[in-house]
């Protein structure tokens, strides 16, 4: 799923959480790619704290790919890349589910991630393209 704009305390921030809570009932792979992302607020950094906890709870397994110089250094800051795995490419990301024997946080086997089937919607000013 591409990300674009602000993951910002409001709008952003829920509609991310309603967005990917949604893909968690479909998906045991999630790739967040911040490329796009612009800022990142305490409530951006609470909702992807939140996500991956959501994510871990039901299996599934979410990693992110592309951040730009903002979004990487508040990771490094809140030390969220100790949470999750963070690639240079969403090729890399995507590779990284195929060759990790790909099992899920509860080690159960899980399929690779499909990459023929692209979503495209605005949610509250966060432009999300997601992988089905």
């Given at each position: 799923?591409?990300?674009r704009g602000a993951i910002l305390f409001g709008k952003e921030s829920a509609s991310l959480r309603a967005?990917?809570?949604e893909l968690l009932s479909k998906a045991r792979q999630i790739v967040l790619d911040l490329t796009d992302v612009t800022r990142i607020d305490s409530a951006g950094v609470g909702t992807l704290v939140g996500l991956f906890v959501s994510a871990r709870n039901v299996g599934t397994v979410i990693k992110l790919s592309n951040p730009?110089?903002?979004a990487n250094e508040i990771l490094?800051?809140?030390r969220l890349v100790t949470v999750s795995?963070?690639?240079s490419t969403t090729e890399e990301t995507i590779a990284s589910?195929?060759?990790?024997?790909?099992r899920d946080s509860l080690g159960r086997r899980v399929s690779p991630l499909?990459?023929?089937a692209v979503q495209y919607s605005k949610v509250a000013g966060v432009l999300l393209d997601s992988q089905d």
């Amino acid at each position: 799923m591409r990300l674009r704009g602000a993951i910002l305390f409001g709008k952003e921030s829920a509609s991310l959480r309603a967005f990917v809570k949604e893909l968690l009932s479909k998906a045991r792979q999630i790739v967040l790619d911040l490329t796009d992302v612009t800022r990142i607020d305490s409530a951006g950094v609470g909702t992807l704290v939140g996500l991956f906890v959501s994510a871990r709870n039901v299996g599934t397994v979410i990693k992110l790919s592309n951040p730009g110089n903002h979004a990487n250094e508040i990771l490094r800051i809140t030390r969220l890349v100790t949470v999750s795995e963070i690639f240079s490419t969403t090729e890399e990301t995507i590779a990284s589910f195929t060759l990790s024997a790909t099992r899920d946080s509860l080690g159960r086997r899980v399929s690779p991630l499909r990459t023929d089937a692209v979503q495209y919607s605005k949610v509250a000013g966060v432009l999300l393209d997601s992988q089905d």
